[in-house]
Nanobody, 125 residues
Framework: QVQLVESGGGLVQDGGSLRLSCTAS????????MGWFRQAPGKEREFVAG????????KHADSVKGRFTISRDNAKNTVYLQMNSLKPEDTAVYYC??????????????????WGQGTQVTVSS
């Protein structure tokens, strides 16, 4: 079993930055695709970004391209989401997820096998 724990969320002003971290325990995730998703109140969960096991390929949702960057450090069993130029519409609970089956980044949450508990990101205007 894999346990994922997110950290780094908080309250930030419009235009600010945050870096989310997701650390895995239970086993190494260096051969898993990792993803970040978010869910705002009253809205469905949506894909934010994903990264392949080697880190060579990443995918970002159009809504965050140029502002958010996903990365990973397999030596630390950790995935990051650097979020810059934050907007109020980025306010959501952000979840880390691990996909043990696929080798490409999938944008559907149903493809992912393990999930963290989420971390709240609030962007004030």
């Amino acid at each position: 079993q894999v346990q994922l724990v997110e950290s780094g969320g908080g309250l930030v002003q419009d235009g600010g930055s945050l870096r989310l971290s997701c650390t895995a325990s239970g086993r190494t995730v260096d051969n898993y695709v990792m993803g970040w998703f978010r869910q705002a109140p009253g809205k469905e969960r949506e894909f934010v970004a994903g990264i392949t096991s080697t880190g060579r390929t990443t995918k970002h949702a159009d809504s965050v391209k140029g502002r958010f960057t996903i990365s990973r450090d397999n030596a630390k069993n950790t995935v990051y989401l650097q979020m810059n130029s934050l907007k109020p519409e980025d306010t959501a609970v952000y979840y880390c997820a691990a996909d043990k089956m696929w080798t490409i980044v999938r944008t559907s949450g149903t493809s992912y096998d393990y999930w963290g508990q989420g971390t709240q990101v609030t962007v004030s205007s």
